[in-house]
């Protein structure tokens, strides 16, 4: 089983930027899709965006497209980074980070990842 970790978050005024990390541990993630989902107070967890096993294919959710940015290390890190840019106040919300079971679909719902990480706070401000 693979342990993920996030860690990046925090607070931040609105406009402004953080890069989030998930590093896992325990095993390579190399061969795995990793996703990013964020989840706000009294809402559902939400896809964010996924990255394949070799980078060469990406997506995000229309709500942060232009604005955030995946990519991964796996060479080096064993690590997939969330660069968020041009922060909102609606980007509020705790992120995780989760690697992707085998799926038919879209890989943009929680149904299609299994392991996942214990998530960290981003709060942007007004």
């Known amino acids: 089983q693979v342990q993920l970790v996030e860690s990046g978050g925090g607070l931040v005024q609105a406009g402004g930027s953080l890069r989030l990390s998930c590093v896992a541990s325990g095993r390579t993630i190399s061969m795995y899709r990793v996703g990013w989902f964020r989840q706000s107070p009294g809402k559902e967890r939400e896809f964010v965006s996924y990255?394949?096993?070799?980078?060469?294919?990406?997506?995000y959710a229309d709500s942060v497209k232009g604005r955030f940015l995946i990519s991964r290390d796996n060479a080096k890190k064993n690590t997939v980074y969330l660069q968020m840019n041009s922060l909102k106040p609606e980007d509020t919300a705790v992120y995780y980070c989760a690697t992707a079971g085998v799926s038919s679909g879209r890989y943009i719902t929680v149904a299609e990842y299994d392991s996942w990480g214990q998530g960290t706070q981003v709060t942007v401000s007004s």
């Open positions: 990255i394949t096993w070799s980078g060469a294919n990406t997506d």
